[in-house]
Each structure stands twice: as C-alpha cells, then as structure tokens.
C-alpha cells in the first residue's frame, strides 16, 4: 500500500510527483516547524538540494536541546557514478528488455522527447521486435518518446556488451536542446525497416500492431 512508501509526503506518489519534507525552525507558538517541498516525477535529486539549503539556513536547536543543528558539510564534488540512458524501445518500462537494466541496478528517472531531428524504425528480424533512431537532417525528422534511465558507470560496459548491430549508443539530442547517451541507429541498418517517425512512440507501434509488451 501507499502508506509503506512514506509518513508525511506519500500522498504526492498518487499525483506521480516527489517531496521532501524539511524541518525549520520553531513556529510562534514554539512547536516544531517544518515545509514541504514538492516537485515533478524525477525532481527528487533537485528537491533535495532546495531542502538541504533550506534547512541550512533555518536556525534550529537538536531536538529539544540548547545545542544548534550542526551545519551540513559541503558535498563533494566528485564525478557522478551514474549515467543517464536514454531508450526508446524494448529497454523501456514493462517491456521484455527492461530488466537488462533493472538487473545491473539501473532506475527509471524521467519521460522525454527527442528534438525533432530523429527518424525512428522498426527493425526488420525479432522477437523482441527492435526500434531504429536515426538522427536526420532537415525537416524529415520528428520528436520520439523516451525514457531516461540511470544506470551505474560500473555496469555501463556490462549492458554495452549485450547491444547487437545495427544499434549502438550514441549521442541523443532531447527537445530541450541538453543531450544524453541513448540507442542510436546505423543508417544501413534501416533496410527492409519500417518508418514509424509518424507514430512518435515505441508503444503506439506496438499498440498499433497488436504486439504484446
């Protein structure tokens, strides 16, 4: 049930949005003080950072202690140990290729949209049936449905070495202009393919052709 994912924010999972409640000081009647901050699915790394701020600036004693919360140190500024994938087709959420990813610790983050410089294929062989991304220039191209996943560097190689041709992992611009790693397609690899650009979505191809996830 939903009340095993949370005490005092769980009811925004219902809404698919994050939170974070962070306590500040005192109210005027002196009972515990506290805000909760509440952003989109795939904020939550951002909500964090807003409340560990927050929290830093509130003047506050340990419990009911004399003693002032110490403040936070600062975080390091290492390199990530995750990457951000971006997929588009038998990789994504309940479909049979998912727990490629699940099973090397990766985790859903976001829904997004490419720019609308990507020709999206269906691949000619199968099962699973596979989508081609193929990065087009001039007015050709469309915007394609993705998922963002975060995968760690660690397994990355790992879930590389599973990827057959014609696919690979490139470079995916998304309709925000930012970019991230993703499956990209040969050219050469289209042939005897089918052009679903129209479509814009994996889903509506397999929902389309009656093809069970």
Avoid at 17 to 34: F, K, L, N
Avoid at 57 to 76: E, F, K, Y
Avoid at 184 to 194: L, P, S, V
Wanted: glycine share 12%.
């Amino acid at each position: 049930p939903n009340s095993n994912n949370g005490t005092y924010t769980n009811f925004v999972n219902l809404l698919d949005m994050c939170a974070i409640a962070v306590p500040t000081a005192p109210r005027s009647d002196e009972r515990p003080g506290s805000v909760t901050l509440i952003a989109a699915a795939g904020k939550d790394a951002d909500v964090a950072v807003i409340a560990r701020g927050f929290e830093a600036d509130c003047s506050r004693t340990l419990g009911a202690t004399v003693h002032p919360v110490p403040t936070p140190s600062a975080l390091p500024m290492g390199a990530s140990d995750q990457i951000e994938l971006a997929v588009c087709g038998a990789h994504m959420t309940d479909l049979p290729l998912n727990r490629q990813l699940t099973d090397l610790g990766g985790t859903f983050v976001r829904k997004a949209v490419t720019s609308e410089q990507y020709k999206f294929y269906a691949l000619a062989g199968g099962p699973p049936v596979r989508p081609g991304l193929v990065r087009v220039d001039g007015t050709d191209g469309g915007a394609i449905a993705l998922e963002i996943w975060s995968l760690p560097k660690t397994a990355f190689g790992t879930f590389m070495a599973g990827i057959p041709a014609p696919l690979g992992i490139g470079t995916v611009e998304l309709s925000d202009g930012s970019s991230v790693k993703g499956f990209i397609c040969e050219a050469n690899g289209t042939k005897g393919a089918t052009d679903i650009t129209n479509l814009g979505d994996w889903r509506s191809f397999l929902a389309q052709q009656d093809v069970p996830a």
